[in-house]
């Protein structure tokens, strides 16, 4: 099973970007699909971004389409997502979540989380 630890969070104005990493302990990375979920204060989790294990396959949340894009490097066992044109709307805390299952992810019984980053987008 893999660890994981978010970084790259922060405080941004409305229009700006940043780039979230995921970086992931163990030698099996590699065959973890993974993904990014956000929570807002006082709303539920909701999904962000997908990617498979080898990067090949990607799902995105429709409001995120064009603006977010996931990848990994299996190389160096990290997972990131580049935020472009951010919103007020955006801030919230941000999760990792590793699974060897794309489809089935996330779940109570298999999907591993970080501990989350906060982004904080100001008008």
């Known amino acids: 099973q893999v660890q994981l630890v978010e970084s790259g969070g922060g405080l941004v104005q409305a229009g700006g970007s940043l780039r979230l990493s995921c970086a992931a302990s163990?030698?099996?990375?590699?065959?973890?699909?993974m993904g990014w979920f956000r929570q807002a204060p006082g709303k539920e989790r909701e999904f962000v971004a997908q990617?498979?294990?080898?990067?090949?396959?990607?799902y995105y949340e429709d409001s995120m389409k064009g603006r977010f894009t996931i990848s990994r490097d299996n190389a160096k066992n990290t997972g990131y997502l580049q935020m472009n044109s951010l919103k007020p709307e955006d801030t919230a805390v941000y999760y990792c979540?590793?699974?060897?299952?794309?489809?089935?992810?996330?779940?109570?019984?298999?999907?591993?989380w970080g501990q989350g980053t906060q982004v904080s987008v100001s008008s």
């Open positions: 990617i498979d294990w080898s990067g090949s396959r990607t």
């Open positions: 979540a590793a699974d060897r299952d794309f489809w089935t992810m996330p779940n109570d019984d298999t999907t591993t």
């Open positions: 163990g030698r099996t990375f590699g065959r973890y699909a």
